[in-house]
T-cell receptor
Framework: DAGVTQSPTHLIKTRGQQVTLRCSPKSGHDTVSWYQQALGQGPQFIFQYYEEEERQRGNFPDRFSGHQFPNYSSELNVNALLLGDSALYLC?????????????FGPGTRLTVT | AQSVAQPEDQVNVAEGNPLTVKCTYSVSGNPYLFWYVQYPNRGLQFLLKYITGDNLVKGSYGFEAEFNKSQTSFHLKKPSALVSDSALYFCAVRDGNNFNKFYFGSGTKLNVKP
C-alpha cells in the first residue's frame, strides 16, 4: 500500500519564476491538502482539494494555486516566486467520511528560491 | 479561531528518563488533537490523536498523551526515552468546521542524550 508520494524531492528556482509541485495521495484517499513549512516553523495550511475543487484556503496569496485530477492526485503551482517562498512543501491526504482520522503526510518537496 | 502553542523550542532528556513535550490549544467546539513527529528531511509521521473518551491516549513507539480540558493542554509523554526518539515534534488541532484543516504548533526539538 503506497503512502503519499511527492515530486520532485528538491527544487531550485530563481525569483520571478514559476514552479509546479506534485502529490499522489495514499491509496483510498480522495482529499489532498497542501502545507508550507518554513525553516524552524510548523506547517501552515495553504489549501485543500476535494472532488477536483479547492474547498478551503489558508492565508496565502493568489500566486499559490492548485489543481486536483480525477485520480485524486494534485499539483501546487506558485507564480512569481519570492525568496520567502523557500520552504518545505508538504502534501497530506485523507478520505472524506473519515472525519475524525489523521492526515497522512508525504516526505515533502524542498523548494529553494535564489 | 483554532491555535496551538508549544512553549518549549527544545527539550533535553537523558536516555531512560521520562520525557514530556508540552502543548496547549485554543479551539471552538470539541477539540480534535494530534501529535506528529518529523525526522530530518522527512515528512510528518502520525503518533497519536485525541478525539473523545479516555484522557490518556496511547500511540506509536511507546508515546502517550494526556488531554486536560480544564488546562486546555495535550502534553506528549513517554516513560523511558530512547536516543532514537530525538526528532522534531508537532502538536496539531483540527479545525472544528473543516476536518481536513490542521493548525500546527511551532514544534519542539527533542534531544535524548545517551
Amino acid at each position: 500500500d503506497a503512502g503519499v508520494t511527492q515530486s520532485p524531492t528538491h527544487l531550485i528556482k530563481t525569483r520571478g519564476q514559476q514552479v509546479t509541485l506534485r502529490c499522489s495521495p495514499k491509496s483510498g484517499h480522495d482529499t489532498v491538502s497542501w502545507y508550507q513549512q518554513a525553516l524552524g516553523q510548523g506547517p501552515q495550511f495553504i489549501f485543500q482539494y476535494y472532488e477536483e475543487e479547492e474547498r478551503q484556503r489558508g492565508n496565502f496569496p493568489d500566486r499559490f494555486s492548485g489543481h486536483q485530477f480525477p485520480n485524486y492526485s494534485s499539483e501546487l503551482n506558485v507564480n512569481a516566486l519570492l525568496l520567502g517562498d523557500s520552504a518545505l512543501y508538504l502534501c497530506a491526504s485523507s478520505r472524506v467520511g473519515q472525519g475524525k482520522g489523521e492526515q497522512y503526510f508525504g516526505p515533502g518537496t524542498r523548494l529553494t528560491v535564489t | 479561531a483554532q491555535s496551538v502553542a508549544q512553549p518549549e523550542d527544545q527539550v533535553n532528556v537523558a536516555e531512560g528518563n521520562p520525557l514530556t513535550v508540552k502543548c496547549t490549544y485554543s479551539v471552538s467546539g470539541n477539540p480534535y488533537l494530534f501529535w506528529y513527529v518529523q525526522y530530518p528531511n522527512r515528512g510528518l509521521q502520525f503518533l497519536l490523536k485525541y478525539i473523545t473518551g479516555d484522557n490518556l491516549v496511547k500511540g506509536s513507539y511507546g508515546f502517550e498523551a494526556e488531554f486536560n480540558k480544564s488546562q486546555t493542554s495535550f502534553h506528549l509523554k513517554k516513560p523511558s526515552a530512547l536516543v532514537s526518539d530525538s526528532a522534531l515534534y508537532f502538536c496539531a488541532v483540527r479545525d472544528g468546521n473543516n476536518f481536513n484543516k490542521f493548525y500546527f504548533g511551532s514544534g519542539t526539538k527533542l534531544n535524548v542524550k545517551p
